[in-house]
């Protein structure tokens, strides 16, 4: 009863720990977006709205390899999205500080596909087909679609580690609404976070382009051991939002 009161403060253990996974999630959806961006045909894995954009652009410009990818990164965010509401229909993050087993279950199959996205790219030429970069685009898309599905529940709607648009505006608006920028610490690291994964994967691709997916696989090993640790034991945190 008496630690209860300390497990909604900012600087307890498991609400930090719990920070840190959302926080590793973003960089792992920063640096997928800039994978696909620059080598999967122009197409981000997370940035739904962004596809949507180039799917009309592609379609009122006729651009078929355009319209091609983009309509297969948002239908296969989409059914990541599905498997990951339909795994967590009717549970929420009962164990651990806002996580749970199935919620790592959840992780788990994102690790999978990214994984599958970081074995298969050095296999395929330096140029890959259409074919082949739409398969890719489809795993790394249906990864984040999970990742998204795992913190909507994780974080009861609140804080998002794909969709970043909404907490960029949070920030800003509860700036001009007198909060301190320290005080937005929480949405700042995890911008933050998918700028850096996006910036390193840049990097890599310009100059070891086999390597870039892997930045997103160890980013996902990392957050698993986080999420572990939250599992196995402290107190149940409050959800934001």
């Known amino acids: ?11 307890h253990p498991t609400v930090r720990r719990r920070h840190l996974l959302l926080v590793v999630l973003a960089g ?3 640096a997928l977006d800039a994978f696909g961006f620059l080598a999967l045909g122009g197409v981000f894995a997370s940035v739904m709205t962004g596809n949507l954009v180039l799917l009309g652009l592609g379609a009122g410009t006729r651009t078929g390899s355009l319209v091609a990818h ?22 929420g993050p009962s164990d651990g500080a806002g996580w749970s087993g199935r919620l790592q279950s959840l ?51 609140g804080l998002s580690t794909t969709y970043l648009t909404g907490t960029l505006t949070g ?15 929480e949405g700042l690291s995890v911008l933050g976070a998918a700028l850096l994964g996006a910036a390193v994967v840049g990097t890599v691709v310009t100059g070891w382009s086999s390597a870039a997916p892997l930045i997103p696989l160890a980013l996902l090993v990392g957050a698993l051991l986080v999420g572990r640790t939250l599992v196995a034991g402290g107190p149940r945190v409050p959800h934001p939002g």
Do not use: K
């Open 171 to 185: 920030v800003a608006m509860a700036v001009v609404g007198g909060q301190r920028l320290r005080d937005e610490w």
């Open 70 to 91: 983009a309509a297969v990164a948002v239908g296969a965010y989409a059914t990541g999205v599905l498997v990951g509401a339909w795994t967590m229909r009717g549970h």
């Open 1 to 11: 009863m008496d630690d209860a009161p300390a497990s909604r403060t900012p600087g």
């Open 107 to 157: 992780v788990a199959l994102e690790l999978l596909l990214v994984g599958a996205v970081a074995i298969a790219w050095p296999l395929v030429p330096h140029r890959a087909s259409t074919g082949t970069q739409l398969a890719l685009v489809a795993t790394a898309a249906g990864a984040m679609g999970v990742q998204s599905a795992a913190v909507r529940v994780a974080t009861g709607n």
């Open 28 to 30: 792992t959806s920063g």
